[in-house]
């Protein structure tokens, strides 16, 4: 009937016009954040909310805070079923676990590679069993080429993501 294909090309117009006029996110996240159109994005800087802590104050590793394998121990370590002091459950476990790996996913290596090493205490229980001291091996992350120069410029991370909390790494680890 002509009045149902008028109908229908009335409410087409009616849709794609209405469509037109919205907005919608980027694929690649630049400008999501009208504020901050970085914020997100594949390629930009990695948020600090503090000031970096580089041993040289421009780029070199600090060495004296505490070793990442110490930290993980004192966060994870526990007897199940005790209750925690800092009032968390094991769900901060697997949501670390989450946090970590979109951290991983989305950070390149830099170039040229740095490699580094996160020393493990002796006798650690997963890393060093024979007490003979070891370290876990890493590579440092991809970090923007026009920071780390200087002090007014201590070097900051880019992340490879375009998004900060991935569907798709926790759909992964939902299956």
Known sequence: CWLDQGLNIFLLVAYSDSIRNQEFQRYDGWYNNLANRDWGSAGSRLHRDSPSNYEDGVYMMNLSLPSARVLSDL???????????????????????VV??????????????????????????????DGTGTNIPFTRAKYDKQTGQGFNSPREQVSSSALWASCYALKALRT
């Open 75 to 97: 966060v994870f370590r526990g007897d199940a079923g005790i209750p925690n002091a800092r009032n968390l459950t094991s769900m901060f476990a697997f949501f670390s676990q």
């Open 100 to 129: 970590a790996y979109e951290i991983m996913a989305s950070t390149a290596t830099s170039c040229p590679l740095e490699i580094m090493k996160i020393p493990v205490p002796p006798g650690d229980p997963v890393y060093d069993i």
